[in-house]
Each structure stands twice: as C-alpha cells, then as structure tokens.
C-alpha cells in the first residue's frame, strides 16, 4: 500500500503563493511518477501537473505553465507544487497521486491513472 498525505493549502490572496507537499510512505512506494491534480466546485477533477522518475521529466496543464512548478525530493519520497501569482481561479481541492510506474505518460500525463491519492487539500484565493 501507499499513503500519501498533502499539505501547504490554505486562503491566499491573489497574487499570492503557497507551496504544496505530498509525503508518500508505504511498503510499494519508489521513486515513481507523480501527479498533482484540482477539482474545482461544480467543475471535473483536472490534471495540474506531473513529474516523472529517474530524469523527472515535468508536465503542466497549459493554464499553470510559468505559474507553477512541480519538484521532487526522492530522498523525502516527497512532490512539490509551488504555486505563485495565484488567481481565484486556482481555487480548488488539490490532490497528488501516484501509482507504481515511474513515467507521466507523456501526452497522455493528464489522465487521472493512479490507485493511490492523497485526502485532498483546500487552496482558496480570494482578497
């Protein structure tokens, strides 16, 4: 099995950052690749962002390109989801997963393909 705990979340005004960080633990759990996902009120979980194992490779859903940036530290088995100039549309419940295959996907890094998410954590950007 693998845990995987967010935390970082909370209300931030716009243009605001919050760092997100998803510890992983458990007996299955590598260097494996990992997402991060949003689902807003009303709206169908989406795809943020992707890193992979070995070169961590990185994805980023087009309407967070040079806003955010997703990081790994293997020797913490933890991601990473720096958030800047954050906009009250990026308000959601944010959610990191992982499964036990070490790439994203490429172009198809977006779908939601993992057995393992974490609770959940809220993000709200409002002044």
């Known amino acids: 099995q693998v845990q995987l705990v967010e935390s970082g979340g909370g209300l931030v005004q716009p243009g605001g950052s919050l760092r997100l960080s998803c510890a992983a633990s458990?007996?299955?759990?590598?260097?494996?690749?990992m997402g991060w996902y949003r689902q807003a009120p009303g709206k169908q979980r989406e795809g943020v962002s992707c890193?992979?194992?070995?070169?961590?490779?990185?994805y980023y859903v087009d309407s967070v390109k040079g806003q955010f940036t997703i990081s790994r530290d293997n020797a913490k088995n933890t991601v990473y989801l720096q958030m800047n100039s954050l906009k009250p549309e990026d308000t959601a419940v944010y959610y990191c997963?992982?499964?036990?295959?070490?790439?994203?996907?490429?172009?198809?890094?977006?779908?939601?393909?993992?057995?393992?998410w974490g609770q959940g954590i809220q993000v709200t950007v409002s002044s």
């Open positions: 458990g007996s299955r759990f590598g260097p494996n690749a």
């Open positions: 890193i992979s194992s070995g070169y961590g490779s990185t």
């Open positions: 997963a992982t499964d036990l295959f070490r790439y994203c996907g490429g172009g198809n890094w977006y779908i939601p393909k993992y057995n393992y």
